[in-house]
């Protein structure tokens, strides 16, 4: 598929890596439709990209299921699907106010996992109907995991488990939608600069990149949004998980 013809459904679209991708498939012809809960944000950046912007949790089956479907009409279809909304949940299962609290464990998992899976079922019922392209293909879904999938830090039990979902669904969600010419990949991103690394240190950015060993900088954003474009463009890729990370390995803590 050319980027020229993408029409996107990005969820987390109006920041971070979201906002990103978004940027790069319009600079490249393509449409988007950006699906977030940050309302200033999202007006912003729907009058930068032309775009439509429409509220969204990801959590909610019937607000995904919706909003997907206004997208479809807004763009006139829908060929691409990508997951970033999600949560970091930073908490230690026996924390010093005591264990952790089953409900923070449970909205990780609702945001990063059954969220990214709710986009990828609504999108892909609309997409199974798309006239076949090339090699027979009608759509392309990219989720967004990260490298704590495999190796988590002390503090991510709940982010891990969650990302590490993402992982375990890619291959069997691809085998399944095969048959529909519907192809799902997975990105696996390592440290990247994100809002949430600005309100830190500068010390302790230092200090993360020193831990990459090459690039050892920070990954920017625009290095995930030429990572799924390329997935987009390579109908060859599906069913995996691709590390985006420098070579890093995340230390116990």
Same mark, same amino acid.
Request: proline content about 4%; overall charge negative; some cysteine.
């Given at each position: 598929m050319k980027l020229n013809q993408v029409k996107a459904v990005i969820t987390g679209g109006v920041s971070g890596l979201g906002l990103a991708t978004a940027r790069h498939f319009v600079s490249n012809g393509g449409s988007v439709t950006l699906l977030d809960i940050n309302d200033n944000a999202g007006q912003? &950046?729907?009058? @930068?990209?032309g775009a439509t912007y429409i509220r969204t949790? &990801?959590?909610? %089956?019937? %607000? &995904?299921?919706?909003?997907?479907? #206004?997208?479809?009409?807004?763009m006139g279809g829908i060929n691409v699907a990508v997951s970033c909304a999600g949560v970091i949940g930073a908490g230690r299962v026996l924390g010093r106010e005591g264990p952790m609290d089953l409900d923070f464990f449970s909205t990780v998992i609702q945001i990063n996992l059954v969220g990214t899976f709710n986009v990828a079922k609504a999108?892909?019922?609309?997409?199974?109907?798309?006239?076949?392209? %090339?090699?027979? @293909?009608?759509g392309v879904i990219i989720n967004t995991a990260s &490298?704590?999938?495999?190796?988590?830090?002390?503090? #991510?039990?709940?982010?891990?488990a969650s990302k590490g979902g993402v992982v375990g669904m890619t291959l069997p969600?691809?085998? %399944?939608?095969?048959?529909?010419g519907i192809r799902m990949v997975t990105i696996a991103p390592g440290i990247f600069w994100t809002p949430m690394v600005d309100n830190m240190p500068d010390a302790v950015q230092e200090s993360l990149s020193a831990s990459i060993p090459f690039p050892s900088r920070l990954g920017q954003p625009e290095e995930f949004a030429t990572t799924a474009a390329h997935i987009v463009e390579n109908v060859y890729?599906?069913?995996?998980?691709?590390r985006l990370d420098g070579a890093t390995r995340l230390a116990p803590k």
């Amino acid at each position: 598929m050319k980027l020229n013809q993408v029409k996107a459904v990005i969820t987390g679209g109006v920041s971070g890596l979201g906002l990103a991708t978004a940027r790069h498939f319009v600079s490249n012809g393509g449409s988007v439709t950006l699906l977030d809960i940050n309302d200033n944000a999202g007006q912003a &950046v729907s009058e @930068e990209l032309g775009a439509t912007y429409i509220r969204t949790d &990801v959590t909610s %089956e019937s %607000e &995904v299921k919706q909003a997907v479907k #206004q997208a479809h009409e807004g763009m006139g279809g829908i060929n691409v699907a990508v997951s970033c909304a999600g949560v970091i949940g930073a908490g230690r299962v026996l924390g010093r106010e005591g264990p952790m609290d089953l409900d923070f464990f449970s909205t990780v998992i609702q945001i990063n996992l059954v969220g990214t899976f709710n986009v990828a079922k609504a999108a892909a019922a609309l997409m199974e109907k798309n006239e076949p392209g %090339e090699d027979g @293909e009608r759509g392309v879904i990219i989720n967004t995991a990260s &490298v704590a999938a495999y190796e988590g830090q002390i503090g #991510q039990a709940a982010y891990s488990a969650s990302k590490g979902g993402v992982v375990g669904m890619t291959l069997p969600i691809a085998r %399944e939608l095969a048959r529909c010419g519907i192809r799902m990949v997975t990105i696996a991103p390592g440290i990247f600069w994100t809002p949430m690394v600005d309100n830190m240190p500068d010390a302790v950015q230092e200090s993360l990149s020193a831990s990459i060993p090459f690039p050892s900088r920070l990954g920017q954003p625009e290095e995930f949004a030429t990572t799924a474009a390329h997935i987009v463009e390579n109908v060859y890729l599906n069913g995996t998980t691709i590390r985006l990370d420098g070579a890093t390995r995340l230390a116990p803590k």
